[in-house]
């Protein structure tokens, strides 16, 4: 089997798109074979994404990298045998935490967008499962193992951009493009008040009728904005997560145990929290440190 995964990174990691192409094209007959990819131990996958990264890293036009990103995570939603799905996103995730410190300034947005989709397509998967909990909690335990944790040895800019499009990539997969245009005549207020309560309504009726474990999903989220972790990235997740307006409207529980005397009854920090966060946020230099 090694001789085969072998075979298969050389010609995904190929500096001819052909190749690589059809590589890619073989790579997904495989996985979507339970008797094949049952076969595949955790090393194989990590080799398998290991050169599926260097497939990403000869992609340089906008267009064909937004496709391979995309035929990428697709992956995840469309070919992995459940058997293997989770073992497939820990691989995913710890390529990307070992090769992040390879990659130079003009190849981070392309990795970025490739991250957001497997979030995604994840995601997706997950709601094709129906939100089972068991699955969602799995999902969520190699996420913790890999990538979301307070760990100074990890590229923290990972954890920070996962933090930083979940809510994004829930609303996304859960509700659809249900929103309204935002170019509305001011003198439209009330209407769009009226309009906005009717939302509310509908992605409510949304959870309730798909059960959708949104505690579950949010949880490694609460975990790490628990005092005693770092507090840049308790006031990331704070900022980008539990005091999220899409979720605050949702009447979600956004508390965090054990951390009442910091929290305001609306669910927001206190000013003087808010003022550090604002300050933090100021002095963030961005994916580069």
């Not at 994404?49 to 000869?58: A, D, E, R």
């Not at 073992?87 to 947005?109: P, T």
């Not at 040895?153 to 609303?171: G, M, Q």
């Not at 003022?275 to 994916?287: D, I, L, P, T, V």
Request: net charge negative; proline share 1%.
């Amino acid at each position: 089997m090694a001789m085969k995964t072998n075979a298969f990174v050389r010609q995904l990691a190929s500096n001819k798109r052909q190749v690589r192409e059809n590589a890619l094209s073989t790579l997904k007959k495989f996985l979507s074979h339970e008797e094949k990819a049952k076969k595949l131990d955790s090393n194989d996958l990590k080799k398998l994404w290991k050169g599926l990264f260097y497939t990403m890293w000869f992609c340089d036009r906008p267009l064909p990298q937004q496709r391979l990103a995309n035929s990428l995570a697709s992956l995840f939603s469309e070919d992995i045998v459940d058997e293997k799905f989770c073992d497939f996103v820990e691989a995913f995730w710890s390529i990307m935490m070992k090769e992040w410190k390879e990659l130079d300034k003009w190849r981070l947005d392309k990795y970025l967008m490739l991250m957001r989709y497997v979030v995604r397509e994840c995601l997706v998967r997950l709601r094709q499962n129906k939100w089972d909990e068991q699955a969602v909690e799995t999902y969520l335990s190699c996420l913790k193992k890999v990538v979301l944790k307070d760990d100074v040895k990890a590229s923290r800019a990972i954890t920070y951009h996962i933090i930083d499009v979940w809510v994004d990539e829930l609303e996304r997969v859960i509700f659809g493009d249900d929103d309204d245009d935002d170019d509305d005549d001011d003198d439209n207020d009330n209407d769009d008040t009226h309009t906005s309560e009717q939302r509310v309504k509908l992605r409510k009726e949304i959870l309730e009728q798909e059960n959708v474990p949104m505690d579950v999903l949010l949880a490694p989220f609460k975990e790490l904005a628990t005092r005693g972790h770092s507090e840049a990235l308790v006031k990331r997740v704070r900022l980008e997560v539990l005091r999220d307006e899409r979720l605050v409207e949702l009447d979600i529980d956004l508390s965090v145990q054990g951390d009442h005397k910091h929290t305001q009854a609306d669910g927001s920090d206190s000013a003087e929290e808010e003022e550090e966060e604002e300050e933090e946020e100021e002095e963030w230099k961005g994916f580069g440190n």
